[in-house]
């Protein structure tokens, strides 16, 4: 029972650590070098700690959603909705869509329109009216959740506003509120501040006013609660609906798929395999041609020299935020792409086959949320270019941990009772 109740604190830790660097840490003069180091070791952590909990199989049906706590719920539910439209209403009006800001959302709004008009063979072709020719690079489950927004005529940002709010509508639903008010109390809070930050008035961090990472980061909590749900169906959907809008989980993919045949779930990855086949070929291929998809994979290899005009115009990018970019730029950017690619495939592989030799000495357990958790910390911690909207999906995902893995089943409930 200490042990773990020791886990669990320090998992809690972590998190707050984790989300405090991404958000008021960075407010702090001269230390956002420190905040990046921090930060990264603090995701790392939180992956290791995974291993060392039981297996965790969330069900919704066992979450309190009768008693006076529901009304907690549903009136914290409630203050966040009404506190994100009103402070996201404040955004939007400060900060309207134009491509000289940000391009990112131009972009999307005409690759909408070329495909709701039809045009599907067109999609990806120069758009004349941005930058005087900007070729769109967006994976389709990127651009294609605001759709709606296109045809409704109003602002693509409220898709991003709904994701954040349908994450915390998940976060409410699922942390556990009794018998448990030494974990939940803090889980809130730590929610709070992340939320506050995403809203604030200056909104210096564009993952409201300016991007589309609102969708990014819905999709890969869904791909955390798919994991914990150990569906592979639900699995294998939602790793390519990530994969297919950021492609920050690619170095997940190889590793899940070794240990799902370890330890000889052979159908599981004939199903993962299967769904990777239909995703590329009915939601790209067929729709939007092999050239294009060609062309979309050659993109990375254009991100050294892009990440060198940033750190001409914008220094601020690199030195004001997270990432490790700070520290090669701008002789260095080549070896940081190289590390980029080599740790991002290399390190979550080996992360597995390590787990897998000591599981018969160690009881590891939660493997694959471990491996998901380590794959996108090393991902944006070397990322060419590390605009700070980025960082919060990897937030998102511990938060998702987080409120699974700090609840109280029934037996530790009964020992803190007796206790």
Sequence with gaps: ?????????ILLVAFALETLCATYFLNIPRTPSFFSILYFLAGICISILVLFFPRK???????????????????????????????????LSANPIDYRNADMLPVIKTMNERFLHGNWKNVYDNIPQIWSGSKPIYLPFMWLPFSPAVVLHIDLRWVTVSSIMIIYLIFLGMVQIKKNWNFFLPILMIAGVLLCWLVSADDDHGFIGLTEEGVIALFYVTLTLAIISENIFLISITIFLCMMSRYSAIGFVPAFFLYL????KKRSALTLAATGLFFILFFFILPFGWHTLVQLIKVPGNYIDFAQIVWRDSPEVFTSGLGFARFFVPEKM??????????????????????????????????????????????????????????????????????????????ESLQAHQG
């Design 334 to 411: 080549h070896l940081l792409h190289s590390l980029l690619i080599a740790l991002t495939f290399v390190i979550p592989v080996l992360f597995v086959l390590i787990c897998s030799f000591y599981k018969g000495k160690i009881n590891f357990s939660n493997m694959p949320l471990a491996t998901l958790k380590m794959a996108i910390v090393i991902f944006y911690s070397f990322i060419d270019v590390p605009y700070l909207y980025l960082y919060y999906t990897s937030v998102f995902i511990s938060l998702m941990i987080v409120t699974c893995f700090l609840r109280k089943n029934e037996v």
């Design 57 to 91: 199989k969330f069900q919704w049906h066992k979450t309190d959603l009768n008693g006076p706590e529901n009304y907690l719920r549903i009136s914290l539910i409630i203050i966040a909705g009404i506190f994100l439209f009103f402070g996201a209403k404040l955004i």
């Design 1 to 9: 029972m200490f042990k773990t109740a020791g886990l669990k604190m």
């Design 261 to 264: 045949l370890i330890n000889k």
